[in-house]
């Protein structure tokens, strides 16, 4: 078949700017699984094309900005003879945008096939397939053997039938039909590379000057690699495990080294977000894997952009890392509350293990890793005292940027299960039936009001302390001639 995977434009305003375009590792990686498998197929990055003509936030889907964007998928379906479009929805966010595209493609030819993937189409699969007639199929969780199963169930040899794919919804004469997902790729070095050949990768290059760059590399654009799916903790907020099962897998050190090689030696790209679920839970994993980036001289950076498992991280592994390049380490503390982090959310950390990693990153030999924190305020059990409990861990921890997130009850969590029954959801928190779409988006957790109440806090308590916490910052570094991207000790250690 002749493909076409689509990663929608952008409706997400950050900071007052769309977001910036990274490579995306979903449908490349899905692109690649497609063309192993001796499909014709093509990647359009709709994001992509936004930042090239620096469109403003539409304010509707009928506006110029959006019809140019649409035409630009348009023309590419036409040029490739396309049979079947992928369109990727990675959140919720981005329904309307897909439900926009969809309808476009089945006005322009009605037997091109429609297939969706993501959190949101996983969630909501017999609802968008009762709903929406322009939607043909819907991809269940990991999505590389379920659609490349479908298109060689659409070929000419019609096999394997479609009713015997894992991880697939479909219609059947007046029926919507939906397999649950159950199986997942064990061998995760089974997976072709992401075919990011498929993408103009200066597209992607944008100025980071002012990143953090202790090797003074030329960065030009992180590139997201991952070593594992799944996790195997079970956070009451978190929904990646509607995609990826509940059991981790992993890639080979030598598997994922390799990859890094293709991307340094065709496009001169050395810093990696390390986007696992969970990377440090595995130390002799992670070890070895550090260990074979340091053997091949590979002369990286990278960061831990989902946040590392603090209670299996210790100073070995820590050693390792800062040694095989790590730039940035991104730490999943949630609160400062022993009780809300491991009664609540289920994290399975303690205050105590958190000081014992404060007490290692505070050596010289770390003077080099900017230390990120993520936090978590406005859950259901939040109060005065806990939010007390936050302010204390963060101004008695090194960290050298933080961010606090209002928590965000994504449909299929055990918060949204709570929230829902309790009817917690605030004002600002909206579900749009027709497009089964609350507001879970990205730039919510960010910028946006809470959308869930505590039982015992007043919402505008939530709202002070982040203010505080912020002003907090803005003084610790302004005290500091250490530039915002640099760590607070960096200054030091380069100068002794």
């Known amino acids: 078949m002749n493909v076409l995977l689509v990663f929608p434009f952008s409706i997400i305003e950050w900071n007052n700017k769309y977001e910036e375009p990274r490579i995306p590792l979903n449908i490349t990686y899905l692109a690649a699984a497609t063309r192993k498998a001796g499909h014709n197929v093509n990647l359009m990055d709709l994001r992509v094309e936004q930042q090239k003509r620096k469109f403003e936030m539409p304010s509707s889907f009928d506006c110029k900005e959006v019809e140019l964007l649409t035409k630009c998928m348009e023309d590419k379906i ?10 990727n929805c990675l959140y919720s966010g981005l329904f309307p945008v897909v439900i926009h595209l969809a309808n476009h493609i089945k006005t322009l030819n009605p037997k091109i096939k429609i297939s969706i993937g993501g959190i949101h189409p996983t969630i909501y699969t017999k609802e968008i397939l009762t709903k929406y007639d322009v939607i043909d199929y819907v991809i269940i969780g990991e999505g590389e053997c379920s659609f490349v199963n479908l298109l060689n169930s659409l070929s000419e040899d019609g096999l394997p039938e479609i009713s015997s794919i894992n991880g697939i919804g479909y219609r059947e004469a007046d029926d919507v039909v939906v397999n649950p997902k159950s199986i997942f790729i064990e061998n995760l070095d089974e997976l072709a590379f992401p075919a990011a050949d498929l993408l103009n990768i200066p597209d992607y290059f944008s100025d980071t000057t002012g990143w953090h760059n202790p090797k003074g590399i030329n960065i030009k654009t992180p590139v997201p690699i991952i070593t594992s799916r ?50 440090t839970i595995n130390k002799k994993k992670l070890i070895e894997l550090m260990d074979l980036i340091i053997k091949e001289d590979l002369n990286i950076q990278f960061s831990t952009e989902n946040g590392v498992f603090l209670n299996s991280l210790d100073e070995e592994m820590l050693d390792a890392m800062s040694k095989a390049g790590l730039a940035r380490l991104h730490m999943a503390f949630e609160t400062g509350s022993d009780y809300i982090r491991n009664e609540v959310i289920g994290k399975n950390l303690s205050n105590k293990k958190i000081y014992e990693i404060r007490d290692i990153v505070i050596k010289e030999k770390y003077n080099h890793i900017f230390l990120y924190g993520y936090f978590v305020i406005g859950l259901p059990e939040e109060t005065e005292e806990t939010l007390g409990d936050t302010y204390q861990l963060i101004t008695s921890f090194p960290l050298d940027n933080y961010s606090l997130f209002y928590p965000i009850p994504f449909p299929g969590t055990k918060l949204y299960n709570q929230c829902l029954k309790d009817e917690l959801f605030t004002e600002d928190y909206f579900y749009d039936p027709d497009l089964l779409v609350c507001q879970v988006d990205v730039g919510q957790m960010v910028k946006g009001k809470p959308n869930i109440k505590p039982y015992n806090l007043e919402l505008s308590k939530l709202s002070e302390f982040k203010q505080k916490m912020i002003d907090y910052l803005g003084e610790t570094r302004s005290n500091s001639s250490v530039p915002m991207s640099s760590p607070l000790r960096f200054k030091q250690h380069c100068t002794k």
Do not use: Q, W
């Open 230 to 279: 799944s996790c195997p903790k079970m956070c009451n907020f978190c929904s990646m495990h509607l995609v990826h099962g509940r059991v981790i897998r992993y890639r080979s050190a030598m598997n994922v080294v390799e990859e890094m090689k293709f991307y340094i030696n065709n496009y001169g790209l050395h810093y990696f977000n390390i986007t696992d679920d969970n990377l």
């Open 78 to 87: 036409i040029k490739h003879n396309t049979n079947m479009v992928g369109i």
